[in-house]
Nanobody, 122 residues
Framework: QLQASGGGLVQSGGSLRLSCATS????????IGWFRQAPGKEREGISCISNSDGITFYDDSVKGRFTISRDNAKNTVYLQMNSLKAEDTAVYYC?????????????????WGQGTLVTVSS
């Protein structure tokens, strides 16, 4: 039900916008989160947005470079990624949380989409 898209190959310093189509799978008190998993590393939460009032959270690793937003009419959450670095290379996932909390922790998200690969060349 969740579908992440928008990944690709980009040069260092470039930008990409990821999309997460939720198909209406949301919870009033929950959130949509973005996670990523780099090669050989554990999956980490990098950003989330609450459904009730749009409060956002960013991990320090992406703060100031990434922006999460949502379009409720389209049931879509976006992750605008600017000033990309080689270390941003990862498979990016979106997920649904029933009760909003921060930071986004993998075990607190019950619904996951397939990831989209982002490769940043240096």
């Amino acid at each position: 039900q969740l579908q992440a898209s928008g990944g690709g190959l980009v040069q260092s310093g470039g930008s990409l916008r990821l999309s997460c189509a939720t198909s209406g799978l949301t919870f009033d008190d929950g959130a949509i989160g973005w996670f990523r998993q780099a090669p050989g590393k554990e999956r980490e939460g990098i950003s989330c947005i609450s459904n009730s009032d749009g409060i956002t959270f960013y991990d320090d690793s992406v703060k100031g470079r990434f922006t999460i937003s949502r379009d409720n009419a389209k049931n879509t959450v976006y992750l605008q990624m600017n000033s990309l670095k080689a270390e941003d290379t990862a498979v990016y996932y979106c997920a649904v949380q029933e009760y909003y909390s921060t930071p986004p922790l993998e075990y607190e998200y019950d619904y996951w989409g397939q990831g989209t690969l982002v490769t940043v060349s240096s």
